[in-house]
């Protein structure tokens, strides 16, 4: 380990913030290319996140000093880092693209946290890698700001994620339609490694290499399955777990990815890529709001059936390896493919249960929540407060719940279905409430509520709205007097929310 000092040495290298441990470079030859960040002509950090650079073991001092600046803007290499550009495949929208990798991002090296879990430290938006193509590799702070605050408040819910360590601006105009803000966001992730990760190594028929990775992915993810009697069927089977568990969360909170290319999907588990993502307000299973999203591939209720279509490609990847007789491995691994959605509607099932307060299982459950979707649906109500509202229901308030149904009689009618239920789930109303309190979110990062803060950031210099956006997103179960204003949905208006792949 490197001691912790201020002082620059010969090479450029600054005190270490971290202490690197790198893993992916030293075994995965292959699957990167070493590079270096670009400089930024003003670097000025914008947002820093004290509480994970503190399960990161990070010394407190430095981490906002003028050493930390020059490192979360690309200036600096810190000492131990051996920056690279993971290469990953993906099939996007469907179709097939061999090489995408790093175009944007570079790994600066991984960490052993606070709990002893391994984590990457990535830039996004350093600059140009061998894999940018005709990109930039830049960031706008728009998108860079969108990623923080949504991540954060994906965390806060509970839902795996990347996260946001720190946001600078690099004092450097980015070009997209009109010259914007440049900006970095330093990402934390368990790993970056993706399905296209695997899918990358197999296109170029690199079977070596696709099993180094699996090795590596299971020892570095699901260290548990080492010792399964086919390890490498166990491994497929722990990622689907993993995943069903993931789009479960999003489906129970209302979140739309918006690009679930096999790119954007980690074998790890977390969310990444927060582009096009958004939540819904009003339920309306087929939502969309990714502006590229033409067909409505990645809609709202499409998400569990990406889930499978996308690990079906990283089944693809690993056939060899479960088993010599090809027909034999393809048979084991259709079996847990079609095992996929069973899988996920129990994670599904069991979410749902908590959010409308239910302890125990009863088969007409899940004819009693979607009746509860298909009215919400049919009466335009908003996902996230009904839920929320039906503990003031059991308060004894049922008004607000009501009245968020165009046509609040539906609601009365189901609501009696409900509580006729309820009467028979053996917990007392005490612990109902807070089981409810506690799944189902008051504060949501509100679509209007996220280009507010953004417009300030980005347009005025003015980082008021975002801090006070996240400090409530950062509590999303809380309820705070005063700010009313964060839980309601955005004021009706003619046009459609659209979201943008975030550049
Ligand atoms: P995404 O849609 O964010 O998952 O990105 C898909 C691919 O496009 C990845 O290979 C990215 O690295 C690449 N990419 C996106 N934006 C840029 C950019 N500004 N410069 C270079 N590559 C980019
Ligand atoms: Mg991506």
Redesign the pocket.
């Known amino acids: 380990m490197v001691k912790s000092t201020d002082t620059m040495d010969a090479h450029n290298h600054i005190s270490p913030l971290f202490n690197f441990d790198n893993t992916f470079s030293q075994n995965l030859e292959g699957f990167f290319v070493n590079c270096q960040p670009e400089p930024a002509s003003a670097p000025k950090l914008l947002q820093f996140n004290y509480a994970l650079a503190k399960e990161l073991g990070l010394d407190p001092e430095a981490h906002d000093s003028k050493a930390g600046l020059e490192i979360f803007s690309g200036n600096v290499t810190p000492q131990g880092s051996e920056p690279l550009a993971q290469g990953y495949a993906?099939h996007q929208f469907g179709g097939f693209a061999p090489q995408?990798g790093d175009g944007r991002a570079i790994l600066l090296g991984e960490v052993i946290d606070t709990l002893k879990q391994r984590r990457d430290i990535q830039l996004k938006g350093s600059g140009r890698t061998p894999f940018s193509r005709g990109g930039d590799g830049k960031a706008a702070l728009g998108s860079v700001l969108r990623e923080y605050l949504i991540g954060e408040g994906m965390h806060a819910l509970g839902v795996p994620t990347t996260r946001a360590l720190a946001a600078v601006t690099t004092g450097d105009d980015v070009y997209r339609e009109i010259p914007l803000p440049g900006a970095v966001l330093t990402r934390v992730a368990a790993s970056h490694i993706?399905i296209g990760t695997f899918e990358f190594g197999a296109a170029r028929g690199d079977v070596d290499n696709v099993r180094k990775l699996t090795d590596y992915a299971i020892a570095r993810h699901y260290p548990d399955i080492a010792n399964a009697s086919n390890p490498y069927l166990a491994f497929f089977e722990a990622v689907c777990d993993s995943q069903a568990s993931l789009v479960a969360h999003w489906m129970n909170i209302g979140f739309i990815h918006g690009?679930m290319?096999t790119?954007?999907m980690t074998i790890s588990g977390e969310t990444?890529?927060y582009?096009p993502c958004a939540f819904m307000d009003t339920y309306a299973a087929n939502t969309v709001f990714s502006s590229i999203d033409s067909h409505g591939r990645y809609a709202y209720a499409n998400q569990p059936k990406i889930l499978s279509w996308n690990l079906t490609r990283l089944a693809e990847t690993l056939v060899r390896f479960v088993d010599t007789d090809k027909d034999r491995a393809v048979e084991l691994l259709t079996e847990k493919i079609n095992m996929l959605q069973p899988l996920y509607e129990t994670y599904w099932l069991a979410g749902m249960r908590s959010k409308i307060g239910l302890s125990t299982e009863n088969p007409l459950d899940l004819e009693l929540i979607n009746d509860l979707l298909s009215i919400m649906e049919e009466g335009h109500a908003d996902f996230t407060l009904v839920f929320r509202l039906l503990a003031q229901a059991l308060r004894g308030d049922s008004k607000p719940a009501r009245l968020l149904f165009e046509e609040p009689v539906a609601f009365d009618i189901w609501e009696q279905r409900w509580r006729t239920r309820i009467e028979q789930d053996g917990i007392t109303a005490e612990t109902r409430l807070q089981l409810m309190d506690r799944v189902n979110p008051i504060y949501i990062p509100r679509n209007h509520k996220v280009e507010e803060a953004l417009t300030a950031a980005v347009n005025h210099n003015d980082m008021i709205p975002f801090s006070n956006l996240l400090s409530v997103l950062s509590h999303p179960f809380d309820e705070v007097l005063g700010k009313e204003s964060y839980a309601r949905p955005a004021p009706a208006s003619d046009a459609p929310y659209r979201t943008y792949c975030g550049t």
């Open positions: 993906g995408l993706r690009v290319n790119d954007n990444i890529d582009g």
